[in-house]
Structures are given as C-alpha cells and as structure tokens.
C-alpha cells in the first residue's frame, strides 16, 4: 500500500512540474527581438554635433563598421579598410581601440577623417529601434548606424 501511495505521489509531482514546463517562460541569456552590436555589419548614416552640425555621407555604403564577437572591428572608411579592437561593459560604454586602416587617397568629398575621427571620440552606445546609436565622448555628439541587410 505504501509502494502506491509513493508512486502516486511521484505522478502526481511528474505531472505538476511538467505542467509548470509549460507554462513557466524560457528565459534566454539574450533576447532575439532586441539588436546586438555583433552579428550584423552597421551602415553609418550620418553624424549629429551638439552645437547642431550634421555630417551625412553621399555614399552611406562606402562606411561600415562590423563588431566581431572576439572583440576585433572591421572598418570601411570610403576608399580604406581596416580593423582594431573594441570593450563593452554592461551599462553600454563602448571603447574603441585604435583603428588601423589603409592609407588610399580617397576622391575630394571623401567624409573617411571624419568619420574614424568620429569612431576614435566613441564612449558608449544604445539602440533606437534597430539603428546603433554611438554616442561621443564629453556629450559632443552621435553617430548613427543602419544594419546592412544580408
């Protein structure tokens, strides 16, 4: 009699905890539906100054900018490619290492200076929507990303 009761008991749990299974959410230790620096290469579409000046490149494909996961960055600054290195800590701050990129001499009108100027100023970043938003450093302004679809 007490063999019953214990197997009983034990389906009884069984079912419990398998019906807790499926109603009790997966957590993930990452959520899909939200961006993530790496995995995708960024697009920059344009920088914001704080004192309002507004810096958009002609050729947005020209500028890129991809996060691996082993903390290396590809680049492409218009006509020169290059790479460093990059930190994150979990309240956002971004540090970007020195990027090493080739030394082509773009045509006039080239935004490549201003633009790794822009990537060497980077203290952190968020997301606004599915765009990267780096934000500089001392407040002086943002540079703003698109994922490039693949």
Known sequence: M???S????LA????????????TPLTMPWDERKPALTGRVWRWTETLMS??????????ER????????????????????????ETTPERKLALGRIAVTQAACL????GDAYLKGLANVAGYLFDGDHLVLMLKYDSGT??????KR
């Open 2 to 4: 007490k063999r019953r």
């Open 108 to 111: 006039p009108g080239s935004l």
């Open 143 to 148: 540079m703003r990303f698109v994922p490039l």
């Open 12 to 23: 009884a749990v069984l079912a419990l905890a398998s019906l807790a299974a499926c109603t």
């Open 6 to 9: 214990a197997v009983r008991s």
């Open 63 to 86: 500028y890129s900018l991809e996060f691996l996961p082993d903390g290396a960055t590809r680049v492409r600054a218009d006509c020169n490619t290059g790479g460093g290195r990059y």
């Open 51 to 60: 004192d309002g000046t507004r810096i958009r490149p002609a050729a947005p």
